[in-house]
C-alpha cells in the first residue's frame, strides 16, 4: 500500500481502471462459459461453472462429460480467448510495473538532487494542518522549503502539491542531514507531541549552532524547555489563539488593520522587513534624507539592530547601520523598490 501512494496520480488511476477491467473480464469469461456450456452441453449450472474454471486455467483435469462437436468448438474458443486475455493483462500489468519502478527511482533521485542543491531553506518538521499552513505561506513568498514526514498518508498530500520532502523521523539526525539542516536558514518544528519538538530542536541545534530554530508549544512549561533546548523562538497555537480572540472584544479595530496587513485582505497594504548590506545606499543615510515615504509611498515602523534590539517609530533623525533591519509598511510596488536599495 506504501508504494501505491507513492506512485503518482496518473500511474494509481490506470492500475485502479485495469483493476476494475480485470475483475469484469475474469466475471465475463466465467459467465460466457457457464452459459455457454448450459445451452450446449445442458449441464448443471455447478457443472458448468467448474468446466468453464478448468477450461480458463488450463489445469488439464477430465472433462464433465463427452462434448459434442459444438462443445469442442466453443471449448476451444473459449481457451484461446481466455489465454489472450490473461496475456494481455500480464503484459499490461507488467509495463504498469515497470513504469512505476522507473517513475519512483528517477523521481528520487531527481527530488534528493532538488534537497542537496538548496541553501539557505527552510527545514518543516511535520506536515500537519499548521505545517500545511506554514508551507502554503513559504510557497507564496517563494522561500525555499525541505518538509520531514514520516505519514504515508501526508506522504500522498505533499506529493499531490509538488512539494520537497524526506520521509523519515526528525528525531534522527541522519533525516535532518538529508535535509540539507547545515545549509539550512531555518528550522520549524510542528510535529504533535512536545516532547518530539523538544527533542528535535535539541539536535538541531547540536547540528547547526547558527540556525534559526522555531517551534510549537503547548504549554509554558514547554515554551522554557524549548528554549532552554535550543529554540530561537517558542509559539504556542492555543495562546495565540486565545489572545487573538481576546484582541477582537478588546480592540476589533486593530485586529482589522492585523488582517488587512498580515493577511493581505481588502487594502492593497503589506508589512515586510529588509536587511541593509554594507553596500546599500541607505547607509549613512537618515531616514529624513532617504526620502523613502515620498519616493516608495511606504512608512517605516521599526529598526532593529542585532546589538540595541527594535526601536519603534524611529525618529527623521535616525541613521541607517550596516546589518540593521527595517520594518516598513506600504504597498507591494514600493517594497519592491525600497528593497532594490537594501541590497
Same mark, same amino acid.
Given at each position: 500500500m506504501d508504494l501505491f501512494n507513492k506512485l503518482p496520480i496518473y500511474i494509481r488511476s490506470k492500475i485502479t481502471y485495469h483493476g476494475t477491467l480485470v475483475l469484469?473480464?475474469? %466475471?465475463?469469461?466465467?459467465?460466457?462459459?457457464t452459459i455457454g456450456y448450459h445451452f450446449i452441453e445442458g449441464w448443471a449450472w455447478l457443472d458448468c461453472l467448474y468446466m468453464t474454471i478448468i477450461t480458463i486455467t488450463t489445469v488439464g483435469y477430465r472433462e464433465i462429460g463427452p462434448l459434442s462437436t459444438v462443445g469442442k468448438y466453443f471449448t476451444m474458443g473459449l481457451i484461446l480467448y481466455s489465454v489472450i486475455t490473461v496475456a494481455y493483462? !500480464?503484459?499490461y500489468f507488467t509495463k504498469l510495473l515497470v513504469e512505476s519502478e522507473i517513475f519512483l527511482f528517477f523521481g528520487r533521485k531527481k527530488l534528493e538532487k532538488h534537497i542537496q542543491n538548496l541553501s539557505d531553506h527552510t527545514i518543516i518538521c511535520g506536515f500537519g494542518r499548521i505545517g500545511g499552513f506554514i508551507c502554503q505561506e513559504l510557497k507564496n513568498a517563494n522561500n525555499p522549503f525541505v518538509i520531514i514526514e514520516n505519514r504515508p498518508e501526508a506522504i500522498t498530500e505533499i506529493e499531490e502539491l509538488g512539494y520537497l520532502y524526506v520521509m523519515g523521523d526528525a528525531t534522527h539526525d541522519e533525516t535532518l542531514i538529508h535535509a540539507g539542516i547545515r545549509r539550512a536558514k531555518a528550522l520549524v518544528t510542528v510535529v504533535e507531541t512536545d516532547a518530539d519538538n523538544l527533542f528535535i530542536t535539541l539536535t538541531a541545534r547540536g547540528l547547526n549552532p547558527n540556525l534559526f530554530i522555531l517551534s510549537r508549544a503547548s504549554d509554558e512549561k514547554t515554551e522554557k524547555k524549548l528554549l532552554l533546548a535550543g529554540a530561537?523562538? !517558542? !509559539?504556542?497555537p492555543y495562546k495565540m489563539g486565545a489572545q487573538r480572540m481576546a484582541n477582537i472584544i478588546l480592540r476589533p479595530a486593530v485586529v482589522d %488593520?492585523?488582517?488587512? !496587513? %498580515?493577511?493581505k485582505r481588502g487594502l492593497n497594504l503589506q508589512i515586510e522587513e529588509f536587511t541593509l548590506s554594507s553596500s546599500s545606499k541607505l547607509v549613512g543615510n537618515t531616514l529624513k534624507k532617504s526620502k523613502m515615504r515620498e519616493r516608495f509611498g511606504v512608512i517605516v515602523v521599526a529598526i532593529k539592530r542585532p546589538a540595541e534590539g527594535m526601536l519603534f517609530n524611529p525618529p527623521p533623525e535616525e541613521t541607517f547601520n550596516p546589518g540593521d533591519t527595517i520594518i516598513a509598511l506600504g504597498e507591494p510596488e514600493g517594497l519592491e523598490k525600497l528593497r532594490n536599495m537594501t541590497t
Open positions: 469484469f473480464l475474469l %466475471f465475463f469469461l466465467l459467465a460466457i462459459g493483462i !500480464v503484459g530561537t523562538k !517558542v !509559539v504556542s %488593520f492585523a488582517e488587512v !496587513v %498580515f493577511q
